[in-house]
């Protein structure tokens, strides 16, 4: 295979993975261990996002202390005015079987994001993210939480 050959796969990738355009993406911290209690909450400014064209996506970091392989979170989407946009269950597998971690690894951090259903709002309105776990016990080990709107439709999250 020819240099030139090479060349147009790689072009390809990079044509493909360059088209996302991050419009919004905040953590955060969470400090000591997490309560079932205590939730984070985002505010995604208005004119951040663009109706119909926007992926949204959870993401989390965790250290190895995470106790459990999977974590069920509870996520809340309103407007602006109070309107309930989204109330959604998720299921976010940290560790698979063999207890490696999903996503990527930045430092002793598991990072792994999951996508979060389509959210029909205005391009003007503000947006109020609400985060909360649905465990029965304060969790240690989860360090920042975040979301992220991409204006590159769907895309496929990290290590699943």
Not at 11 to 22: D, F, P, V, Y
Not at 25 to 35: L, T
Not at 132 to 139: E, K, N, Q, R, W
Request: glycine share 6%; net charge negative.
């Amino acid at each position: 295979m020819t240099k030139s050959n090479l060349l147009i796969p790689i072009l390809c990738i990079l044509l493909l993975t360059s088209c996302e355009r991050t419009l919004y993406h905040s953590f955060h911290s969470v400090e000591g261990d997490w309560s079932s209690n205590d939730t984070i909450e985002f505010i995604v400014p208005a004119g951040t996002r663009h109706i119909d064209s926007c992926a949204a996506d959870l993401e989390l970091r965790c250290t190895a202390e995470f106790p459990y392989k999977v974590l069920w979170l509870y996520v809340e989407a309103r407007q602006g005015d109070g309107s309930l946009l989204l109330s959604d269950t998720l299921d976010c597998t940290i560790f698979d079987d063999y207890g490696r971690q999903n996503g990527s690894t930045v430092g002793l951090l598991y990072q792994t994001r999951f996508p979060l259903p389509a959210l029909k709002i205005a391009a003007e309105d503000t947006l109020r993210v609400i985060v909360s776990h649905l465990m029965d016990a304060p969790l240690a080990g989860v360090k920042d939480v975040g979301v992220r709107f991409s204006d590159y439709g769907r895309h496929q999250p990290s290590g699943n």
